[in-house]
């Protein structure tokens, strides 16, 4: 049961389940908002209790307190109101009553007050109620003064204290109250306690039920497998909140089933563009090493090797290039370049090549660009290669430039015999060759995906048009130098 809750090596409180902190999250608003509630109820229940004690008492006092006033403007004998005071007291275990002389000397008090006895030691100041918790039993005390006037004044006061300071102390059993508040208390706590386990045990059922969806989407994605990445979720019709997760997930599937194609196709094409030069050794090796050869034999296998190997270091070379990309290893060190020199510089390279290949090798435009001068000429000459190998002889290859914005694009165009659209899309991935020319040419078919890669490297891109039987351009857009301000 708690493997199902908590992970099984991790169990600290982010690994807990929503299931679980759904429950509790609920339970404690729930809990919070009912102890908010009860305490309020409680408090207002013991703010009303108190109003009536007090208001009770007071009432009583001032019957009394009247009472007493009234017995001591009459002419009795000495002693006399006493017992007359006595008769007027309302015969209850509930209240008591003590009449204090300014000395606090008892002049007069209730018959039962035995039963107040703890009550009468409390030190009260008049006007102020005071409570008393005794062992079984809490009482509420209030002092009130008293006008004592008439001839029986003198009785109570004496002859040397004067006639001021009589206090009328009052005093009221408010045992059943606090019993009451206390049955009110222990019910309280019991309906809390049950209301927050009912609050637990709803929470985690509704919980569930909410968080069934997530556990369907969970089977449904375990269900997809490699063989199954054709596989879509979103249309199943999800809640809401779990519809755009489903729409990420299937968006995810989607380019990882590019990148699973991608990385099948790649594998693929290494093994054979591998597999062409290291038989190509293997077999040049094998021939010469089958009988006693002449120096010039195994100087024309050693050419053949050398050739391959360079063609083998040239490719490990492209592809640790592209790695380094993929992987934000590769560094750049911009700086501004004049595109007219790097024109120039291109066309020194590369015009005996264009001669022999009896090709026009043309430049035109002129400006400045922000570029790591290395990579720039590296994607460059590959455009340059790339053009001068499929433009038959007569044809023209040119290089142009153009400034717009805070961009540059710089084309390599040729009239050969242009590539069909199908390939256009594909054409700056890794190892992709047109069919046709396949087999015929000695590319490594990285030269255009290292152009691409050179591109976003500087934040740019590359492009390509191309018209059968018109010829083909290659674009790299770049950016400009800022303006000084």
Known sequence: MVRSIFDRHNKTPGSWSLTLRMSVFASLALTIIVLAVSAMMYSELVRQLQSKEEAELLDNMQIQRDTLEHLLGRKFPPTQWQYEWREYQEQSHKFAWQLLAPNRFVRNESPHLSAFVTALAAPVRPGQYVRIDGPRQTWLVFDMAVETRGPEALEIHGPSLGPKGTVLRGIIDITQDRLLLAAYRNKLVAVIGAAILVSTWLGWLLARRSLAPVRAMSKEVGRISAEKLDARIAQQGWPIELQLLAESFDNTLARLAGSFEQLSRFSSDIAHEFRSPVNNLVAAASVTLARARTPAEYQKTLEVVVEEGSRLSHMVSSMLFLARTDNAEQHIHPEILSIGRE??????????????QNVRL??????????????????????????????????????SAVCAGDRVTISVSDNGAGIAPEHLPFLFDRFYRVDAARSTTDSTGLGLAVVRSIALLHGGAAGVESTVGEGSTFSLHLPRPRPAP
């Open 343 to 356: 024109f120039y510089k291109l066309t020194e390279f590369y015009g005996v090549v264009a001669e022999e």
């Open 362 to 399: 043309e430049a035109q435009g002129d400006g400045e660009l922000v570029a790591d001068p290395q990579l720039f000429r590296r994607a460059l000459s590959n455009l340059l290669s790339n053009a001068l190998r499929y433009t038959p002889p007569g044809g023209t290859v040119r290089l």
